[in-house]
């Protein structure tokens, strides 16, 4: 059964770096999501990009993220200088369309900023 | 607001007893829900939802759901619990004809089986 993957599983940056996570959607998908888990914390919503734009974010999701789809199998998250805050588990997500279908998720990337 | 919640941190049950995992929610419109579990170092894998018809939902390794609008409940169940059932298990929520993707998390509750 197709899986969404993502590298790396686990990255460790220092405070004001940039990081770019990296996730492969399930091939026939077209709607593709991040969120995030802090340790402890629940599950949230960052953004939703469906036909190369965004067409849902969270509050959590400010100038500092971006999203990118830059060919046609990878979809990327970029922090762009990054916080002690922004660690966390980040999970990305496919679905084959917005209504209906269930949103599959990655095995998710670590990312501990120090 | 739209919320999603799991009143129980964790849940302890011996294995071969019947387990309950508590979810309600809060959200617009008529709502779907899913059920999600997580294992460790794993990511979140799908166990069942509930958008429209029956309210008893079946799923994944013998898991189902029961969605009571009147309680605002999606409460996971399994008739005998296994010690591979261990995990942590996520209720999450969105607001029918919107986004999917958009979901509402639970914060999650720890699922301990005995043998």
């Known amino acids: 059964e197709p899986e969404v993957t993502q590298t790396p599983s686990h990255q460790v940056t220092q405070m004001g770096q940039e990081v770019i996570l990296r996730c492969v959607p399930i091939?026939?998908?077209?709607?593709f999501y991040w969120y995030r888990q802090i340790l402890g914390q629940k599950v949230e919503f960052l953004v939703s990009f469906y036909n190369n734009e965004i067409s849902e974010k969270s509050e959590i999701f400010d100038d500092q993220f971006s999203v990118e789809r830059p060919d046609g199998s990878n979809f990327t998250l970029k922090i762009r200088s990054t916080k002690l805050e922004d660690s966390a588990m980040y999970f990305c997500?496919?679905?084959?369309?917005?209504?209906?279908?269930?949103?599959?998720f990655g095995p998710g990337t670590r990312l501990t900023v120090t | 607001a739209q919320s999603v919640a799991q009143p129980e941190d964790q849940v302890n049950v011996a294995e071969g007893n019947p387990l309950t995992v508590k979810c309600t929610y809060s959200v617009s419109g008529n709502p779907y829900l899913f059920w999600y579990v997580q294992y460790p170092n794993r990511g979140l894998q799908f166990l069942l939802k509930?958008?429209?018809?029956?309210?008893l939902v079946k799923g994944s390794y013998g898991f189902e759901a029961e969605f009571n609008k009147s309680q605002t409940s999606f409460h996971l169940k399994k008739p005998s619990a296994l010690v591979s059932d261990s995990a942590l298990y996520f209720c999450?929520?969105?607001?029918?004809?919107?986004?999917?993707?958009?979901?509402?998390f639970g914060k999650g509750t720890k699922l301990s089986v005995k043998p």
């Open positions: 091939s026939n998908h077209l709607y």
């Open positions: 509930y958008i429209t018809g029956d309210n």
């Open positions: 999450a929520g969105g607001g029918y004809g919107g986004s999917q993707g958009n979901l509402i």
């Open positions: 997500a496919s679905s084959r369309d917005s209504t209906g279908s269930v949103p599959s």
